[in-house]
C-alpha cells in the first residue's frame, strides 16, 4: 500500500526496480525526462494488474520536480519511498573534461537527489508518517576509475547527503540508504564501452 516514485524509471536499472515495487503491491510513478518512455512503463505496470502513472521530470529543474512529486501525492495519497536513480554517464580524461559537461553530471546525479529529495520530504515529514530515501550510487561511490571523474564525484556525493538525510530524517521517520552497484548492463553502459574504448 506505498507509494513509490522512481526517478530514471523508463529504462535500465530504474525500470527493473520500478516494475519490482509494483510486484510488492507499491503504487509507482515513473518518473522521467522521457514522456513516452516512462508512459509505457507505466502501462506494462497497469496492465499486471498494479497501480502506475507516468510523470515527465528534468530532475534538475526545480518547478518540475515539485510540481511532479506534489501530483504523485495528489495521485496516490503521498509518498513513501523515493528512488533517486536518474543518471548519465559522459567519459574523458580530468584534462578534456568540459566545464558544461562537469556541470551537467552534477547537476544530474547530485542536483537531482537534493531536488527530489527536498520535494519528497514534504510529504514524508507531514505528520512524521516517515518514508525511505534510496539513492542509485554506484561502485564508484567507494572506488575511481579513470575517465569518470564527474561520475565518481557525483556518486561519492550522495553518500554525504544520505548520511546527513538519516540524522536530519530520524526523528520524522525517514531513513537513507545509497545502492552501490557494480558493472550492470543497462543503456547506459552499453553507450559508455564504446566511448571508453576510444
Same mark, same amino acid.
Request: hydrophobic share 20%; aromatic share 0%; charged share 40%.
Given at each position: 500500500g506505498?507509494? +513509490?516514485v522512481v526517478t530514471g524509471a523508463a529504462s535500465g536499472i530504474g525500470k527493473e526496480i520500478a516494475l519490482e515495487l509494483a510486484k510488492a503491491g507499491a503504487a509507482v510513478a515513473i518518473a522521467d525526462l522521457n514522456q513516452d518512455g516512462a508512459n509505457a512503463v507505466a502501462d506494462e505496470i497497469v496492465k499486471a494488474g &498494479?497501480? +502506475?502513472i507516468g510523470v515527465a521530470m528534468d530532475v534538475t529543474n526545480e518547478e518540475a520536480v515539485n510540481s511532479g512529486? =506534489?501530483?504523485v501525492a495528489e495521485t496516490f495519497g503521498s509518498v513513501d519511498i523515493l528512488v533517486s536513480n536518474a543518471g548519465i554517464q559522459i567519459v574523458n580524461p580530468i584534462e578534456n573534461y568540459s566545464f558544461a559537461d562537469w556541470k551537467k553530471m552534477q547537476a544530474i546525479h547530485v542536483d537531482g537527489a537534493f531536488l527530489t529529495t527536498k520535494a519528497a520530504l514534504k510529504h514524508m515529514y507531514k505528520d =512524521?508518517? /516517515?518514508g525511505v530515501v534510496i539513492y542509485m550510487g554506484s561502485v564508484h561511490s567507494h572506488e575511481a576509475s579513470p575517465l569518470k571523474s564527474a561520475y565518481v564525484t557525483a556518486k561519492h556525493g550522495l553518500l554525504g547527503l544520505a548520511r546527513v538525510l538519516a540524522k536530519e &530524517? +530520524?526523528?520524522h521517520n525517514v531513513r537513507s540508504h545509497v545502492v552501490?552497484? /557494480?558493472f550492470v548492463r543497462t543503456p547506459l553502459v552499453d553507450k559508455q564501452i564504446p566511448e571508453q574504448a576510444k
Open positions: 506505498k507509494t +513509490a &498494479g497501480k +502506475a512529486i =506534489d501530483k =512524521d508518517r /516517515g &530524517g +530520524a526523528k552501490c552497484p /557494480g
